[in-house]
Structures are given as structure tokens and as C-alpha cells.
């Protein structure tokens, strides 16, 4: 579809599809109109905005069928695998072997959005004692008890250690509650002291070699019982090909990534942006497909960028956003308010950066997983933020604090002093629930002062 | 000597004392003035509490915070930034059933021997562990170990003890309160508590409970006592395993805290259990429900905001009618 690039909102889109099927354009096997998954309880689709690309729609439609495929996965009798909180790390192995396929439980996170909370997760998380002082990912909780929302999973893994304490919490209580969990740690990422061996990690940082033998070697307990569940073994050449097909997928992110954040005007809004980015960490259960959308998505976006065609103008003010926000729509709003996005950091920049191949693999994917940003210091995730400011031409940052996480408290404090301190850019912090309606005003206006202080400070 | 401030149990004192350091377990107290760290949402009160107090202390020489909860893990970024004085962060496992783990902890205390040493302190040879592991193992002397917490004109001892003996001292007996009728046997669980809400326990006693035992942080739950078996071979190897299961919440899994929790409900008879922990702190709060499904006894729990609240009205009333409610 060559049309110009603007915001529709679901119904046209429906109308739209309606038109591309009576003329015979091809649609992938889960495609159909958007309009189908309100029918199912998505109703927060409805106060949505999408691209109005082809390529966008077969995103959509990608992520919200992930649980038919999980479902149809489990019926051709392959191993569901859920892996929790390591954001990007154990799906690689997972899907490394074909009869193994990994999602993320935590992805539940978005249902009391998606559903514009009437699934009633989150009242069963309440009834568990996990209350709204938690993150709002404790809707994985009721997920799991309602069976309602993904097939519950062969084998249960989660990362521990240097994680947040909502979701090491909620795990334990999902452990409680009869679900066999493998824990695996992750260490707080520390920089070497003298005459301790370093390694470099994906991303720029460096950690100790003794803590990367240490993940390492909690990696190999996940191999076995991967190995264990699929009753094949994975072997270095099985995992460097997974390791070659997420680097692939990383690759294209790369430079849709470069694309949406430095053309102007901006070939692709931030909600899509958002949801391909999210693609880097589970493969929305389809490794083969997460490559073809995120293609298909990035020969659009390269021929809007060649035609000069796209959303706002050079004025358009320049954000950096930290943290997924828990309310999709806030991402609409930010372009309402006149903002862009000009460069990410959502907790799982590791997933997005390519994993060594001159190193065995295992070892590979225990320098990824010491690259996450949540097992380091909020120091080092602005050292990251800084250097991406400066890469992409930010010219403030927001940072979306969620609601009750443990890791937002202080995070923000110290990030923005560092950005506010050695880049000179102001700094907006915000908190975005599952579902902002109620705070939407305030919020327009917060982001609206932001985006007025950058357009005054640039005539400074 | 040189003071190293701490206040996660899973720091071993012995550490470092037999660096020649005096370790010093801080209980947390209002900072009155500027604060290091300002009041935000969703944070901790007692990691702040902890890092204002730290940061307004005179006498501390260096401060050692653990990985256990997430929220202290990200005060040391903040101690890091705002302090004038060394800051180590030790990293502490959160499982704890594979070698690598223990492996990984003991690791952990000899990179903070080696900071300790940084400070002016001297690596201790065998002798000199041993000798301070059994200074502060059989009949150790609590006020060394925790000076902030056991003020001097209390007798040494947990926290429950403590109290119960400062009960007597009014003129009660630990079965019976004044009017005669038998005390309620409760045994008290949660995170830590900052020194103001140390009241808890005379509360508690003042409605008519007996500290059956004290599972708080700065209880004896936490407390390792170290016998000569410790000292038998690598003196550290076994003072790092004795630590390193100290049964917690934030353990995964955390089934060591339930067993330690079925020991102690079955040999003190406790017939409730009270759970405090501060708001926002998630591994205690969001144990509650569990434990209580698991013991199957009137539980209470009292979250708190670090503003004394246990010794309002508010809490007395509640505590009251819990133990009014099992008598």
C-alpha cells in the first residue's frame, strides 16, 4: 500500500482490510482484520492509532496472535518453554531447536491494557496478596490461574539475582502456587577491579570473566534442561545457528531503528517502533515470521524515507524514551503532544545489540545476558542513554516510570541527573499505568510543557 | 579503629572485625535537616532511612549494602554518587541451591576482604578468624556485634528477648500480663525494622502477646551462631556457608525460610504470627498471602511507611483485637 503515511484508527482499518482482500492482496495465515481481536477483549485497539501500512497491519496482527500459535505449536506436540525475566537470552536456545518454542509469561504485563482491564487478572493477583504496589506485569498471576491468556508452558525458567523484586516476588508466588519454576541467576553486573580479567560485553561495558563464567555456567543448566524437554541436544552448531537468526533479527531492528530515529519526518510512529522493538525479545513465538514482518516493515520504512514521506517535520521536538510505557496509547499521545522518538532504552537493549560469534556460543550468550540493562547500575544504563542521545539527536528524555516497580524508584533520580548534567537536555519523568484515561489530561500537559521547552530552548 | 556500617545480615561481622575493622550494623534512625536522598515514590523507607542515616553519620569509615532486595542494590548507585566515603556492594545470590552459587558468594567476601584491606585493614590470616568467629559465636556478646541495636541499658540478646525481659522489669511474668490471664504466644516475622519500630515488641506485649520468636531481619532468624564445627577447616569456607543460608524470602526458592518457619511454629507454639514490613517492600509483602495459606494461623500484617507509626494508636487497636481475637 503506497498511500501516505498517517494514523488510523481501528475501524478504518477494518474498512481498509475489507478493500485489500477483495482485491486479492495476500495476507499471512494469521492475518484478518483488526477489528476481530476487540471481539476477543482487545479493546483498547479501539482508542488506538496505527500506521497505516501493510506492513504495519501484519505487525499487529502478529503480535496479537501469539497465543493461537502457542496453541498451535503445543498441538503439532512441540515443548512450550516460558521464559521469564531474562529478556532475550533463553529464547535464543529455545529456538535453536525446532520442536521447542520459547514466549514470555511476562508479556501478560500488557493484557490489563490490552483488555482495558476487564480480563480480571488483576483482581485475581489481588486475591493472591499481589496488590497494586506491584508492577503491573502481577497480571502473569492470574494469567497463569485463569489458563485464559497463553497455554501454561513444559518448563517454567526465570532470572533471579539482579532483577527487579516485583517480578523475583510475583515468580515465587507463582511458585507457590504449584508451578515448578527453574531458577537461574544473574549476578549485578560489576565493572573489573585491578588485576581481575575483564571481558567486553555486548553494548560497551565490561564485566569480570569469573562473573561470565558464573552466568555461563547457569546457562548450562538451562541447556540441559532444554535438552532434557526436547530430547535432542543442542549442540554449538544448533546454537550458533540461533544464535546467526536472532542476530538477524537484530540486524534489521538496527537499521529500522536507525531509520525511524534520525529520518525526517519520521517514517513510522512510536507505537509501532515500540511493538517491533519488543519482537527482539521473544520472536512473538516465530523466529521465521518475527524476520519477515520486521522486513516487510523495513522495506516500507526505507521507501518512506526515500520518498521523504513520513509523520511531523524538522520542528517536531526529538525524544529519548526509557522504560515501556504499561498503557500503549501513551505512545499516541507523545506525537499528539508534537514529540517524536529519537532513540529507546526499554530495559532490554541487550536483546537488541548482536551477539559475539567470535566466541563460543555459550559463552556468547552469557555476555548478552550480563549486558542487560536491569543487571547493571543506573550509571551504566546512562552511560548507555547518553551515548544513544547523542547518536540519534535527542533533545530531551522521558523517562515512564512503572507503576510499583522495584528498579523506578531511583532509577530515574539518577539517570536524569546524569542526562540533565552531561548532555544539557531536560529531562521528564512520568508514570504510566496500564490505562492513563484517567490521567490523560495531566499527562498531555506534561508532555506538551516538555515539548515547548525543547522547541524554546533550540531558539536559544 | 576504622568503622564499616552495614545492615543486611548477610554481611558477617567476623569479616570484618578480623580485618581489624569495627563492624557496625546500622538500625536506621529519623535524619533530621537535608536529606542524601529525598522522599520518592515507590522507594523503600528503610533503604532510604539507611542511606540518609549513612550519609549523615560522622564516625563511618565505609559502608558495605548487599544485592538482597533490588532497592538497596540501586542505593548504592545513589551512596556511590552522594558520598564521600567508600561504598561496596556485595553481591549475595538469590538461589542458593547449586555449587556455583555458595561459590559465587564466598568469592564475594574475599573481594570485600580485599576492599576492607583498601581501607586500612589487614587480611586476616586463619588464627585471626577463628579467633573472632568464636568472639562472636558461643555466648556472643550481641551488643559487640550490634551496638546500634541493643541500646546499653538493655540486657544483650534478640530483639523478642529483650523485651520480654524489659517486661519482667515492669513487674510481668512472660506467661501471664497483669491481670493474670494467660499471654498469647506470637511469633513476629518481617523485613528489617528501623530503630523507632522496635516498639513493636512492647506493643505487642502491652496487648497481651509473648514474643514466641522473632523472625525479623534483626532477629534471630538472621543471627548465625557459629560453633567450633565452623572452625574445623577453611575457617572463611564455613563461615560463608553459615551466612549464606540464613533463611529469607528473597532466597529462590525460598523454601529454607518456610522450613526454618515450621521449626519455630512448632517448638514455641505460637499461636499467630505478625508480619511488619515497610511499603514497597515486595518480597516481604508479597509473601504474606502465602504464609498465610501455609501455616494456617491467624496472621496480622503491619506495613508501615518508616513514620513510627507502630507505636500509633492505629496499630495498638489493631494488635489489640488480633490478640483478643486468639485468646
Known amino acids: ?460 | 579503629m576504622k568503622t564499616i556500617v552495614y545492615t543486611c545480615p548477610y554481611v558477617p561481622a567476623e569479616w570484618i572485625a578480623a580485618h581489624g575493622l569495627q563492624p557496625r550494623r546500622l538500625i536506621p534512625r529519623p535524619v533530621e535537616g537535608t536529606a542524601t536522598i529525598p522522599q520518592i515514590e515507590g522507594l523503600c523507607p528503610y533503604a532510604r532511612a539507611f542511606a540518609n542515616d549513612v550519609a549523615a553519620s560522622e564516625d563511618v569509615d565505609g559502608v558495605v549494602v548487599t544485592t538482597m532486595c533490588d532497592q538497596m542494590r540501586r542505593i548504592f548507585d545513589l551512596l556511590v554518587r552522594r558520598i564521600n566515603v567508600p561504598v561496596f556492594l556485595l553481591n549475595v545470590p538469590s538461589t542458593w541451591q547449586t555449587v556455583t552459587a555458595r561459590q559465587l558468594y564466598l568469592g564475594e567476601l574475599e573481594r570485600f576482604g580485599r576492599f576492607l584491606v583498601r581501607l586500612g585493614g589487614c587480611a586476616p590470616d586463619r588464627e585471626k578468624l577463628t579467633q573472632e568467629i568464636r568472639r562472636y559465636s558461643v555466648n556472643k556478646e550481641l551488643t559487640d556485634l550490634y551496638p546500634a541495636l541493643y541500646p546499653s541499658q538493655l540486657p544483650p540478646g534478640p530483639l523478642s528477648w529483650v523485651w520480654q525481659q524489659t517486661f519482667q522489669s515492669m513487674g510481668g511474668g512472660s506467661e501471664r500480663d497483669l491481670e493474670g490471664t494467660r499471654r498469647v504466644p506470637i511469633g513476629v516475622i518481617g523485613g528489617p525494622l528501623m530503630e523507632r519500630d522496635q516498639v513493636l515488641f512492647r506493643v505487642i506485649l502491652e496487648c497481651g502477646g509473648q514474643i514466641a520468636f522473632d523472625g525479623t531481619e534483626t532477629g534471630d532468624r538472621t543471627i548465625r551462631s557459629l560453633d567450633d564445627r565452623y572452625l574445623s577447616s577453611d575457617p572463611l569456607v564455613n563461615l560463608a556457608r553459615a551466612y549464606f543460608h540464613i533463611p529469607d524470602p528473597s532466597r529462590r526458592p525460598n523454601s529454607e525460610f518456610y522450613q526454618w518457619l515450621r521449626e519455630k511454629l512448632a517448638s514455641h507454639s505460637a499461636r499467630g504470627l505478625v508480619l511488619h514490613h515497610y511499603v514497597w517492600c515486595d518480597k516481604w509483602h508479597a509473601e504474606f498471602e502465602r504464609i498465610k495459606e501455609w501455616i494456617k494461623l491467624p496472621m496480622l500484617r503491619l506495613d508501615s511507611e518508616g513514620r513510627g507509626e507502630m507505636d500509633s494508636p492505629r496499630v495498638r487497636n489493631r494488635i489489640h483485637a488480633f490478640m483478643e481475637a486468639l485468646r
Open chain 1, 1 to 460: 500500500m503506497s498511500e501516505t503515511p498517517r494514523q488510523i484508527a481501528l475501524r478504518e482499518w477494518d474498512d481498509a482490510y475489507e478493500r485489500l482482500r477483495a482485491a486479492g492482496v495476500p495476507q499471512p495465515a494469521y492475518g484478518g482484520p483488526l477489528g476481530r481481536h476487540v471481539a476477543e477483549g482487545d479493546t483498547r485497539l479501539r482508542k488506538l492509532r496505527f500506521d497505516n501500512s501493510l506492513a504495519a497491519l501484519r505487525l499487529w496482527d502478529f503480535l496479537l496472535t501469539e497465543e493461537d500459535r502457542l496453541q498451535l505449536a503445543r498441538d503439532a506436540g512441540k515443548k512450550l518453554v516460558g521464559t521469564m525475566k531474562d529478556l532475550g537470552t533463553v529464547p535464543v536456545m529455545a529456538s535453536s531447536l525446532d520442536n521447542l518454542v520459547a514466549f514470555y509469561p511476562d508479556g501478560a504485563w500488557w493484557i490489563p491494557c490490552v483488555m482495558e482491564v476487564n480480563s480480571g487478572l488483576l483482581q485475581i493477583a489481588d486475591s493472591l496478596g499481589i496488590d497494586e504496589s506491584f508492577c503491573p506485569v502481577r497480571a502473569m498471576l492470574g494469567a497463569f490461574v485463569t489458563g485464559a491468556h497463553f497455554p501454561i508452558p513444559d518448563l517454567l525458567t526465570c532470572s533471579v539475582g539482579a532483577t527487579c523484586d516485583d517480578f523475583s516476588a510475583i515468580a515465587q508466588r507463582l511458585n507457590g502456587l504449584g508451578y515448578p519454576i527453574l531458577w537461574w541467576e544473574i549476578p549485578h553486573r560489576r565493572v573489573p577491579e585491578d588485576n581481575e580479567g575483564g571481558v567486553q560485553l555486548p553494548g560497551g561495558f565490561r564485566a569480570p570473566a569469573s562473573l561470565v563464567r558464573f552466568v555461563r555456567s547457569e546457562l548450562e543448566r538451562i541447556r540441559l534442561a532444554l535438552e532434557k524437554l526436547s530430547g535432542r541436544v543442542i549442540d554449538e552448531g544448533t546454537l550458533s545457528r540461533g544464535i546467526a537468526k536472532a542476530n538477524h533479527i537484530r540486524r534489521l531492528l538496527a537499521e529500522l531503528r536507525q531509520a525511524a530515529f534520525t529520518a525526517t519526518p519520521c517514517p513510522i510512529p512510536a507505537l509501532e517502533m515500540l511493538i517491533a522493538e519488543m519482537l527482539a525479545i521473544h520472536f512473538c513465538s516465530d523466529q521465521e515470521e518475527t524476520i519477515a514482518v520486521l522486513q516487510d516493515l523495513l522495506d516500507e520504512v526505507n521507501r518512506r524515507v526515500a520518498a521523504g514521506t513520513g509523520y511531523g517535520t524538522a520542528d517536531t521536538a526529538r525524544m529519548f524514551w526509557v522504560d515501556p510505557v504499561a498503557d500503549l496509547q501513551v505512545m499516541n499521545l507523545l506525537e499528539d503532544c508534537g514529540g517524536r522518538i529519537c532513540g529507546t532504552e526499554y530495559l532490554f537493549a541487550h536483546a537488541l545489540d548482536p551477539i559475539p560469534t567470535d566466541v563460543p556460543p555459550m559463552e556468547a550468550l552469557a555476555r548478552m545476558a550480563l549486558a542487560d540493562p536491569m543487571v547493571g547500575s543506573a550509571t551504566d544504563r546512562a552511560a548507555r542513554i547518553k551515548a544513544e542521545i547523542r547518536r540519534f539527536g535527542a533533545e530531551a528524555v522521558i523517562v515512564s516510570r512503572i507503576p510499583g516497580a522495584s528498579h523506578c524508584a531511583l532509577e530515574g533520580e539518577i539517570i536524569g541527573e546524569i542526562v540533565r548534567a552531561e548532555c544539557g537536555l531536560p529531562v521528564l519523568e512520568i508514570e504510566v499505568p496500564p490505562l492513563t484515561d484517567a490521567v490523560s489530561p495531566s499527562l498531555r500537559t506534561r508532555l506538551e510543557a516538555l515539548v515547548e521547552t525543547v522547541v524554546n530552548r533550540r531558539s536559544r
